[in-house]
């Protein structure tokens, strides 16, 4: 008999501001007996949801259950920044600039799959242009040097026959309102959410054909003869197999141990505001999503309803192996983000940050995910490389696939990647992790 106990959740500190000002549409349900179903997933994220609904299209009938150990929307999954990226975008690099051609198609490939399969879902369930907005996006340059690595970005794309548009400052300032930025670099195929929106509107889309069990961690998983068993507080799922879309959390159930990297990232948004209370278009278009030029800038979101819009920035990275920072923490660094967007804003200056948060990243070294069957009947859709949105959708759409033994190119493709690389022994790699994150942030310089 296989045991796993799970000794450790992770902590969500602070609001986040995409969940607070979305509307909850479907009753919450906490488990408070024992269950049984074909298929459990444990994870109510884009990654578990995903998995469901790809799941709910090859089993018609099956009995799907996810569970989840906060609400959804409430932990990782509505605590990014709410792109949704085709084209290549590794946090982990210096740079966006295409190495590798042949793997740079497949991940382009992979990334459209996941948006394409979003934007079913998104239709299906009727989700308004606020929740998903196929817009593009444009990575900013505040510096010399991010015009650089803008020019170089467009210079891989165009090998690769990507359509993009160089945004000169006079574009730039038209669109944000902002003198900060000297150039942008727009590409067409990402695709704008509000992620507590998307997320929330996912699962009620899918409640008719699963149930949702919230406020029910797992804090044991056993293999019981054919079956696996999984413990919560008040009650216990059975299912012969089970989807861990947990993301860097699979750690805490004894898989991947000391090969997956846990970075925290932190994000501010602002009180409503009505631009025209500040002489016109101080803040440009209605709305807009700008990525750095330098992948350890800021990013910097508008978004409007109605006559009210609010700014997101999201800035900084810290390695916690713990899967926990510190209200403190998010607290420095909102101070930080203060003057940034100050910076980018001075208009502004008077119009408060409502909501700062954290939430969390999953890396691994050689950049692939934890995938795959990690015991029988048990498999892993985790490790989304700073990426999740698209990335974990992808990913539980394939465990959904090679858990129904689902044959396709695409899921033979995705299997193929090795294992995540093993990180180097504590406490090499927290001082190692960290002072690379700090570098990377320093150079990054007027884009953060």
């Known amino acids: 008999m296989n045991s ?97 051609e042949k793997a740079t198609a497949l991940e382009i490939e992979q990334n459209r799959l996941a948006i394409s399969f979003a934007a079913e879902a998104a239709t299906e369930y009727g989700m308004s242009k606020e929740t998903f907005d196929p817009s593009g996006k444009i990575n900013a340059a505040a510096t010399e040097r991010g015009l650089s690595l803008n020019k170089n970005y467009g210079s891989s794309l165009r090998r690769i026959g990507e359509k993009h548009e160089l945004l000169d400052l006079k574009q730039m300032r038209e669109i944000t309102g902002s003198d900060y930025y000297l150039g942008g670099l727009y590409t067409p195929g990402a695709v704008m959410i509000q992620p507590a929106d998307y997320i929330r509107g996912l699962a009620r889309g899918l409640l008719p054909r699963i149930e949702l069990f919230e406020h029910s ?47 925290f990232t932190y994000a501010s948004m602002t009180a409503a505001f009505s631009p025209d ?42 390695y916690n192996p713990s899967l926990d920072v510190s209200a403190k923490r998010v607290a420095e660094v909102a101070v930080e983000q203060r003057q940034s967007f100050n910076a980018r804003f001075p208009a502004l200056e008077r119009v408060p940050f409502e909501f700062s948060w954290a939430g969390a990243l999953c890396l691994s070294r050689n950049h692939v995910p934890a995938f795959g069957e990690v015991e029988e009947g048990l498999y892993s859709a985790c490790c989304e490389n700073g990426l999740g949105t698209v990335k974990s959708t992808f990913a539980g759409m394939m465990a959904a696939e090679l858990a129904t033994n689902t044959a396709s190119r695409t899921l033979e493709k995705y299997k193929a990647q090795p294992m995540p690389r093993r990180l180097p022994p504590e406490p090499l790699a927290r001082l190692g992790i960290n002072a690379v994150i700090r570098w990377q942030e320093l150079r990054a310089g007027r884009e953060g």
Request: net charge positive; no cysteine.
């Open 4 to 100: 796993h106990m799970v000794k450790r959740l992770p902590v969500d500190t602070g609001r986040s501001g995409w969940e607070a000002i979305s509307t909850r549409g479907f009753p919450l349900q906490t488990l408070e007996s024992d269950v049984r179903a074909d298929w459990l997933i444990i994870g109510a994220g884009f990654a578990g949801l995903s998995a469901a609904r790809k799941l709910s299209q090859l089993t018609p009938g099956d009995k799907i259950v996810v569970v989840d150990a906060t609400e959804v929307a409430k932990s990782t999954a509505g605590r990014n920044s709410g792109y949704m990226i085709d084209v290549p975008h590794n946090l982990s690099s210096g740079e966006y600039s295409v190495a590798d």
């Open 217 to 263: 961690p797992v804090l044991e998983l056993t293999r019981q003869g054919k079956d696996w068993k999984a413990r919560s507080t008040r009650g216990t799922f059975t299912a012969p197999k089970v989807i861990l879309a947990v993301n860097g959390h699979v750690e805490s159930f004894g898989y991947f141990r000391r090969r997956l990297m846990h970075i």
């Open 277 to 318: 209370e500040f002489g016109g278009r101080v803040t440009g278009a209605e709305r807009w999503a700008l990525l750095p030029a330098d992948p350890m800038g800021a990013t910097v979101r508008k978004i409007s309803t109605g006559s009210r819009s609010r700014i997101v920035i999201r800035t900084r990275f810290t």
